[in-house]
């Protein structure tokens, strides 16, 4: 047997022969220097590491405190200055963090801020008080986004802002006072869709929404997915309905965005949008579904948010069947869709029923369809479609999370993060939803990351695993690579290796040495998204992972979050700087970070804009706002619509 020793900066190999004892002195703490190597990288826990409570292999992470992440946020913050409580702000950290992700799970925690025409027939509750109010899975939960700012010369302050996303849908339920919105009830508790289903996972289930299109009742755009921020615009998206554009400096809701008018009013709009690097354009796609056949649209829009060419120059193209697809990826010259094979159900005919559950049979049993779609500017190439081999190992195709894609000659290789459902046997249960590991690991999929090789020019489809150790979430990359060749990949991690369990440490993941480096935090906090930002004033002739790794952190023991900055070449060595919020913000999803325009403006303006705005809503934005129908009433169609 061989025993590593690392004694100061020097190993010993101590070889034991037969069956003789080995005696290990346990030095006192302030032997720093004596420990043993690790066959997997070490794990550290901030600048003082605990081992024997820090969420690792070994140690289960607290369940009860996860579950304190599913508590509707009660107030928002305006504006706040931070400041670390370990560590500095680096110099060289200069724009805005800005996250998404449900925070109102019961309708109408929050009252209206300013005059409603009808006060709330309802009171606002408590989470648990009225389950006739509350959502039955953390994805129907409202959105909110965090925006974090980091000013050039403040080196020790950034400042805070958290606001809900001001959605139709929020400001109707919040002014009754009660949910209004249930179309997706019944897929949630549908039990044919309950057990080695992807249907309701978590946290992305692939049945996002109700499949009634256009203005409904059924389809409530929650717009609580993901932020992107281009061209000094901030954007909230959801998939299936309109983005809304957001004043990036206050938060403040603008209202729903047509795009300068390339979207139609009641058009499907994608809840992601992909970088394309190479040529610096941001796409995003429009997804008609029906029975027969899908219309996918994807459109590209320059440095300025100018459409590329006119809105009828885009992309389209039909799809076979229902095409229930939530994730894209992009390289130089394709648009890279994965379609899992569905069929309609001929008991519930689509214009009978469109609970996605009812009307959708999912057949996991057969291969998936990835799609080339041609990029505009290579008109002479024809979309290519073909199919993934299933493998035998548990895992799926059906709902794949990109990280990034790119091209080598005629071989286009993307890295996803995989689901094997295999483990999962129920739906989520009722609010707090999740409360031991047990109840995670049988209603949520055990997620890992992959390489997949697609030739263009034969069709074959290679895949190898990447990263299965433990589960994993919310891959990413340095933007600058995104649609190019990437050498890392950044992703959160669970604690327990093989098994289903709550994304909680960061991990970095070198796609060449095929080697990781993971933090994990305490057994009661849980880190969320991995975003990196390059340092500020720096040559661009330099390392990929030079730069900054910003997550989110819940604490369930205090029930606070906190922003964590990482040196994104030494993730295992933790959190260079913690910045206490002194808020609690739910388990989030998708984020971004900018460094130009509005993203980095200075305190002051930053708190002028947010007083401002505040006034506004106090005003009930609708002060100098009147229909023309009830213009001698001063009184919106929604408030009679709420009256009557």
Same mark, same amino acid.
């Given at each position: 047997y061989k025993h590593h020793i690392m004694i100061g900066?020097?190993?010993?190999?101590?070889?034991? &022969?037969?069956?003789?004892?080995?005696?290990?002195?346990?030095?006192?703490?302030?032997?720093?220097?004596?420990?043993?190597?690790?066959?997997?990288?070490?794990?550290?826990?901030?600048?003082?590491?605990?081992?024997?409570?820090?969420?690792?292999?070994?140690?289960?992470?607290?369940?009860?405190a996860y579950a304190k992440g599913f508590s509707s946020v009660t107030s928002e913050v305006s504006f706040r200055q931070c400041e670390p409580s370990v560590g500095k702000i680096p110099s060289d950290l200069c724009g805005t963090y800005f996250r998404n992700g449900p925070a109102m799970f019961t309708a109408g925690s929050i009252p209206p801020m300013g005059f409603s025409a009808v006060n709330p027939k309802e009171k606002p509750v408590a989470d648990g008080v009225d389950m006739s109010r509350m959502v039955s899975h953390p994805f129907e939960g409202d959105g909110a986004i965090v925006g974090i700012t980091f000013h050039e010369g403040d080196e020790n302050v950034c400042s805070l802002r958290y606001k809900y996303v001001k959605t139709t849908g929020f400001e109707k339920e919040r002014k009754k006072g009660k949910k209004l919105y249930s179309g997706m009830e019944s897929t949630r508790s549908?039990?044919?869709?309950?057990?080695?289903?992807? &249907?309701?996972?978590?946290?992305?289930?692939?049945?996002?929404?109700?499949?009634?299109?256009?203005?409904?009742?059924?389809?409530?755009?929650?717009?609580?997915?993901?932020?992107?921020?281009?061209?000094?615009?901030?954007?909230?998206l959801w998939e299936g309905g309109l983005p809304y554009k957001m004043d990036s400096l206050a938060l403040q809701t603008e209202g729903k965005s047509q795009l300068g008018g390339v979207l139609e009013e009641a058009a499907p709009f994608s809840g992601k949008g992909t970088l394309d690097s190479n040529q610096n354009r941001m796409l995003f796609y429009s997804n008609e579904q029906d029975v027969e056949s899908s219309l996918l649209t994807i459109y590209e829009f320059d440095e300025s948010f100018k459409l590329i060419g006119d809105k009828f120059d885009q992309r389209k193209c039909k799809l076979p069947g229902l095409a229930v697809m939530n994730d894209f990826a992009v390289t130089e010259k394709y648009s890279i869709f994965v379609q899992p094979k569905t069929e309609t159900n001929s008991a519930f005919p689509f214009v009978m029923s469109k609970d996605p559950s009812k009307l959708l049979n999912l057949q996991q049993q057969y291969p998936s369809t990835i799609h080339l779609?041609?990029?505009?500017?290579?008109?002479?190439?024809?979309?290519?479609?073909?199919?993934?081999?299933?493998?035998?190992?548990?895992?799926?195709?059906?709902?794949?999370?990109?990280?990034?894609?790119?091209?080598?000659?005629?071989?286009?290789?993307?890295?996803?993060?995989?689901?094997?459902?295999?483990?999962?046997?129920?739906?989520?249960?009722?609010?707090?939803?999740?409360?031991?590991?047990?109840?995670?690991?049988?209603?949520?999929?055990?997620?890992?990351?992959?390489?997949?090789?697609?030739?263009?020019?034969?069709?074959?489809?290679?895949?190898?695993?990447?990263?299965?150790?433990?589960?994993?979430?919310?891959?990413?990359?340095?933007? &600058?690579?995104?649609?190019?060749?990437?050498?890392?990949?950044?992703?959160?991690v669970g604690a327990i290796s093989n098994k289903a369990s709550p994304p909680q440490g960061i991990a970095k993941f070198n796609c060449?040495?095929?080697?990781?480096?993971?933090?994990?935090?305490?057994?009661?906090?849980?880190?969320?998204?991995?975003?990196?930002?390059?340092?500020?004033?720096?040559?661009?002739?330099?390392?990929?992972?030079?730069?900054?790794?910003?997550?989110?952190?819940?604490?369930?023991?205090?029930?606070?979050?906190?922003?964590?900055?990482?040196?994104?070449?030494?993730?295992?060595?933790?959190?260079?700087?913690?910045?206490?919020?002194?808020?609690?913000?739910?388990?989030?999803?998708?984020?971004?970070?900018?460094?130009?325009?509005?993203?980095?403006?200075?305190?002051?303006?930053?708190?002028?804009?947010?007083?401002? &705005?505040?006034?506004?809503?106090?005003?009930?934005?609708?002060w100098n706002e009147v229909k023309s129908d009830f213009s001698g009433l001063g009184l919106r169609l929604d408030d009679f619509d709420e009256y009557f």
């Open positions: 900066n020097n190993k010993t190999v101590l070889t034991l &022969a037969g069956c003789c004892s080995l005696i290990i002195c346990l030095l006192p703490r302030e032997c720093s220097g004596f420990s043993t190597i690790p066959q997997k990288p070490s794990t550290t826990s901030g600048s003082n590491p605990s081992p024997s409570t820090a969420a690792e292999d070994g140690n289960m992470p607290d369940m009860e549908d039990r044919s869709v309950s057990s080695n289903h992807p &249907a309701n996972d978590y946290p992305l289930p692939l049945y996002r929404h109700h499949l009634q299109s256009g203005l409904n009742k059924n389809r409530k755009n929650t717009s609580n997915t993901r932020t992107v921020f281009w061209a000094n615009r901030l954007m909230s779609i041609p990029r505009l500017g290579f008109d002479g190439m024809s979309m290519k479609s073909f199919e993934i081999p299933v493998d035998t190992e548990g895992c799926t195709d059906i709902d794949l999370h990109f990280c990034n894609a790119y091209m080598d000659e005629d071989i286009i290789i993307f890295d996803a993060i995989r689901s094997d459902t295999s483990n999962i046997k129920s739906s989520f249960n009722k609010w707090p939803w999740i409360t031991t590991l047990e109840e995670y690991s049988s209603s949520v999929s055990r997620k890992s990351l992959w390489r997949y090789r697609v030739n263009t020019i034969d069709g074959k489809v290679e895949k190898e695993p990447l990263f299965t150790d433990y589960s994993c979430a919310f891959g990413t990359v340095n933007p &600058a690579v995104s649609s190019k060749k990437h050498k890392y990949i950044y992703a959160n060449e040495s095929k080697t990781v480096e993971r933090w994990m935090p305490e057994a009661y906090q849980f880190a969320g998204e991995p975003i990196f930002t390059s340092r500020q004033k720096t040559q661009e002739s330099v390392d990929e992972d030079d730069g900054y790794i910003i997550s989110l952190l819940f604490d369930g023991k205090s029930n606070e979050s906190e922003l964590l900055i990482f040196d994104a070449k030494d993730i295992e060595g933790g959190p260079i700087t913690r910045v206490p919020l002194g808020l609690s913000i739910a388990h989030g999803l998708f984020g971004c970070f900018a460094s130009d325009g509005d993203a980095c403006c200075s305190s002051e303006e930053l708190e002028r804009r947010s007083k401002l &705005a505040d006034k506004m809503e106090k005003k009930g934005n609708r």
